[in-house]
């Protein structure tokens, strides 16, 4: 099973990269932000926990987002792999991650970091907030904040899986198809050593 974190701050093309990804190694998309709304809106015992603390305005706990990961991971037991999208976002996360994905027999084969600069990323958020009406896509400064805070809270994410030997980074500036083929050629790597 190919389970893959995709990292990369607002802005760097994680959406772009992670269909195409889904769609030639057929993996699930796993999107915590999806799953909450998923659970919510099905009812699940979950859902209904992470709903009351949102409504609160509180985070919802690590061990709730795991849960609700591990509904998933199970439901899909024959998927090629999953992608991991704005999860984990703390070394705490990953662990309860790596252990979540351990007592199902599989782990993180690898994290992908999608290396672009500050001044490219503003670019990238401003011209993508003159058509996604979203405000935070709309002022430099919340731009450059979101980008220093995603700075900050993930860089000891990368190192946790840089420990594990299993952090990559790939330029995320160029044609979106030679980021792709860069991406490609880590996994490929991969799945060749796990043959072996």
């Known amino acids: 099973m190919l389970n893959i974190v995709l990292f990369g701050p607002p802005g760097a093309g994680k959406g772009t990269q992670s269909q195409k ?7 699930i998309h796993l999107s915590t932000g999806d799953l909450l709304r998923s659970e919510i ?13 949102m409504d609160n305005g509180l985070l919802v706990p690590d061990e709730v987002v795991i849960g609700m990961i591990a509904n998933k ?23 309860g991650l790596d252990k979540l994905l351990m007592d199902l027999g599989t782990e993180i084969s690898c994290m992908i970091a999608l290396k672009v600069d ?6 990238r958020l401003l011209l993508r907030g003159q058509t996604s009406g ?3 896509d709309q002022n430099e400064e919340l731009i450059r904040k979101r980008v220093v805070e995603y700075n900050t809270k993930t860089t000891p994410v990368a190192d946790y899986y840089a420990g594990q030997d299993k ?18 050629a880590h996994i490929d790597n991969l799945k060749e050593k796990q043959k072996k």
């Open 134 to 136: 979203r405000p935070d």
């Open 21 to 27: 990804l889904i769609d030639k190694y057929n993996l």
């Open 73 to 95: 991971v199970k439901e899909n037991k024959h998927a090629g792999g999953f992608i991991f999208d704005g999860f984990p976002r703390t070394v705490p996360q990953a662990q």
């Open 118 to 123: 500050d001044e490219e990323l503003t670019k």
């Open 167 to 184: 952090f990559y980074s790939v330029d995320g500036i160029g044609e979106i198809d030679e980021i792709f083929n860069n991406i490609c």
């Open 41 to 53: 809106a099905a009812g699940t015992e979950l859902g209904m926990k992470a709903k009351s603390l």
